[in-house]
């Protein structure tokens, strides 16, 4: 009996292989025919997605992995690389398992794969989306032509607190902008044929509120009221769902005292029954053992609320492959509820085709002529310019000239295995291209660059360490920070003008890299204060993956230029905006606060009943005592090296109807000498509704290019949609009344208008 089953199996599946289906074909109908053929084992088998670990190909067969591969317990592999490891372990899975049911290889392909662009916050700054969306086409086209076929990305958390280390892999604190942009990544990984071999399954993360978390502390408690979820951080998950994403992964936080991974209500209620999302769940890494920590039972319990919460795939927890058996038996779970999970996850691998072809992402050519190409590298550097913030120019600084003496000082100035950022787990580090290889290439034999260290990360050897982990070192200098400055001031003084390259590390952000001084380290401070007294002009490049507190670099360093971590090609892409190759165009997309004690701080908060009005301070009204409401840099922000004017708002009415549309323009003019680009914004305000509003509300935004004098007229179109919000009752309306329109270039310096919903 056992050998007319697997001889069935065995048709069954090379039939899937070989025979090219029509595109009427039914998926559901096939993925029932695997299951009819399935024991519950194997079903619950496929609700698991174990980790790589560590191996060399000669011993893929004879390592763990690879028998919990035979024996039908992974439903896929994440954490692995390259054609030849990824082939090596999909051919256990169809050739020695009893099914042979293709493996799923996911991996966090996060910004980029081995060409590697800016890192997600600083992608956002350019609020360019179809470059947004150019960047996920080639990461996916390069892990897929290594293997992969699955990215636990985007990231679409809406965060407004910079002490999270995860800002810098998410897209701001804007809901708007942050639903386009999830669904310009959506896009570009999955293209619009998950079948082809050069796309890849998304996996928008982390399903729901992680970028809530209390004091910015990484994995903590998230609580908030449902309004705001529906109206500020649920958004740019549902853009990411309605645009066809194939998977979520469920967050570590709790959601209503739930851990999110257990959470019905999250995992069903929003996402399936009103979202109509009809992909499948995975957890974050061990997340559902991690349950039983929470404090909601032991293992059995908590993976038995997590299936039943609709959680379809363990990540390394194993918790769901021990546990769910036992659960059958003692009549905590259906066995439906297994069905209905394993039914997800094998409809996503006949989506992308594995079951055609097993062995369609294991192309060698394509591994070695597709990926870390000459034209992807061209382009990671064309986005990485167009990233780049301008926060401040005093005198016109910028752009330098290639010629004459440049002293480039400081612990980011060489340190290549840096320009990547967090979450570059594919990255070349050693043909990254730092800044001191990229100024050097600009001026070539035009001026002299001459380079110092100045100062270490951080005095603290310890921060330093926790700060420079997964192969990101900045080689620590034993000399002491007095010797170090000293060496960068006697070559600071030779020089015309001096580029400091100060910051944080790569791994200063990122995941577990909360931050409760969000300052530049005390150490880098110090040195900039010995640069300045030199009194040469002195151009302060910063590396960050979050809004950092600046308010001594803005009073006393005269230009300011923000490159994030600019990925692979960030030294040639600083240089060429350095130099005036290109024009800084990039606007924030988080509010940089004065001091971390103003945090959480952003743009589209709502008034108080006490709110201040006039000059700061005024007893008995809603400020503080040392420093100002008001931001460092505001939402939007962002200079250029030419000066835009903004005209008067014009409407086509004053007055609109729900069926109506309002047609919004503005002249925008180019004042300088020099083309540029700038990203016209716009804004609104509800000005009384049911529920009270945020002050502004981006609703809109266009990145133009203009030559210098040019005019042009900029048009938007306001509907109905725009204007609604989720009420308390959670029902998405637009209520009469007036609205506050405001057109400019952030969300503090604005023109405005009114008009009013009838």
């Given amino acids: 009996m056992k050998t007319l089953v697997g001889l069935a ?32 084992e194997e079903k619950i088998g496929q609700l698991n997605l174990p980790s790589a670990g560590a191996f060399v190909t000669g011993s893929v067969e004879s390592s763990d992995i690879a028998k919990k591969i035979e024996q039908g317990n992974a439903g896929g592999l994440f954490n692995i690389k390259t054609v030849a490891n990824i082939r090596a372990m999909q051919k256990i899975a169809v050739e020695k398992s009893r099914l042979k049911i293709p493996l799923i290889f996911g991996m966090d392909v996060i910004h980029g794969y081995e060409s590697v662009f800016p890192i997600p916050l600083g992608l956002s700054c350019s609020w360019d989306i179809n470059l947004i969306e150019r960047s996920a086409r080639i990461a996916a086209t390069e892990a897929s032509a290594d293997g992969i076929n699955w990215t636990f990305s985007p990231m679409v958390d809406i965060s407004r607190d910079p002490r999270w280390g995860r800002v810098s892999e998410g897209n701001g604190e804007d809901p708007y902008l942050g639903s386009e942009i999830a669904k310009a990544m959506v896009r570009g990984y999955q293209g619009n044929d998950l079948s082809a071999n050069n796309t890849i399954m998304s996996c928008v993360k982390h399903y729901a509120l992680y970028g809530a978390s209390e004091a910015g502390r990484d994995y903590n408690t998230v609580d908030m009221s449902h309004q705001r979820m529906y109206n500020d951080y649920f958004p740019p998950y549902k853009a990411a769902v309605d645009a066809g994403a194939g998977s979520i992964m469920a967050s ?61 795939m363990d990540m390394v927890s194993e918790g769901l492959l021990t546990t769910l058996g036992k659960s059958i038996e003692e009549g905590r779970i259906s066995e439906r509820q297994i069905d209905d999970a394993c039914r997800r996850i094998l409809k996503a691998k006949f989506l992308l085709g594995l079951f055609d072809d097993p062995y369609k992402y294991c192309d060698e050519n394509r591994a070695k002529s597709e990926v870390f190409t000459t034209a992807n590298r061209a382009e990671a550097r064309t986005v990485a310019s167009q990233s780049f913030v301008l926060l401040k120019n005093k ?37 990254s291209i730092s800044l001191r290889e990229g100024l050097q290439k600009a001026v070539g034999t035009q001026a002299k660059i001459l380079y110092a260290k100045g100062s270490n990360l951080a005095e603290d050897s310890i921060l330093e360490k926790n700060s420079t982990l997964f192969g990101k070192s900045l080689h620590r200098d034993k000399r002491s920070a007095t010797a170090l400055r000293d060496e960068a001031l006697r070559i600071a003084k030779s020089a015309d003008l001096i ?108 008034n108080t009943g006490r709110p201040l009005s006039g000059p700061w301070f005024q007893k008995f009204l809603s400020n503080y005592l040392d420093v100002s409401n008001e931001p460092l840099y505001p939402f939007g922000f962002g ?54 509003r945020p002050m502004k509300e981006l609703k809109g935004f266009q990145k133009i290019s203009l030559k210098a004098g040019e005019t042009r007229t900029v048009n938007f179109t306001l509907g109905t949609k725009d204007l609604s919000f989720y009420n308390s009752e959670l029902k998405f309306v637009a209520e009469p009344g007036q609205f506050q329109l405001f057109v400019g270039g952030n969300s503090r310096d604005v023109k405005q208008a009114t008009f009013e919903l009838k």
Avoid at 659 to 673: E, H
Wanted: aromatic share 6%.
């Fill in 9 to 40: 199996v065995l048709i069954l599946v090379v039939s899937c292989s070989q025979v090219p289906q029509s595109k009427q074909s039914s998926i559901d109908a096939r993925v029932d025919s695997v299951m009819s053929l399935m024991t519950l």
């Fill in 252 to 312: 570590f936080n709790e959601v209503d005292g739930i851990p999110a991974t257990a959470n019905k209500w999250l995992l069903t209620e929003v996402l399936r029954n009103q979202w109509g999302f009809n992909g499948f769940v995975v957890s974050d890494y061990t997340a559902v053992n991690e349950m039983v920590t929470h404090g909601i039972g032991d293992i059995q319990t908590v993976t038995a609320k997590a299936l039943e919460a609709g959680l379809d």
């Fill in 395 to 431: 005198g016109n600084v910028l752009p330098i000239k290639k010629s004459g003496t440049i002293a480039l000082i400081g612990p980011l100035a060489d340190a290549k295995e840096n320009m990547t950022g967090t979450w570059s787990v594919a990255a070349r580090f050693s043909e």
């Fill in 499 to 606: 580029v400091a390259a100060v910051g944080e590390a790569a791994e200063m952000n990122g995941e577990a890299a909360s931050r409760t001084n969000i300052e530049i380290p005390e150490t880098q401070r110090e040195l900039l204060k010995a640069l300045l007294k030199t009194g040469k002009p002195v151009v302060l490049v910063l590396f960050t993956g979050r809004p950092l507190a600046l308010t001594w670099e803005e009073q006393n360093v005269p230009a300011i230029l923000n490159v994030w971590f600019g990925g692979s090609e960030a030294g040639d892409a600083i240089a060429d905006v350095l130099f005036g190759d290109v024009n800084p165009s990039g606007k924030l997309t988080m509010t940089f606060p004065q001091n971390v004690g103003q945090v959480p701080l952003y743009y589209a908060h709502k």
């Fill in 639 to 692: 200079l250029s090296y030419t000066e835009f004017g903004y005209g008067d708002i014009k409407l086509s009415a004053s007055e609109i109807t729900a069926s109506d549309s309002l047609r919004v323009s503005m002249d925008v003019t180019n004042k300088g000498s020099r083309d540029g680009s700038e990203i016209v914004q716009l804004y609104i305000r509800d000005v009384v509704g049911s529920v009270t």
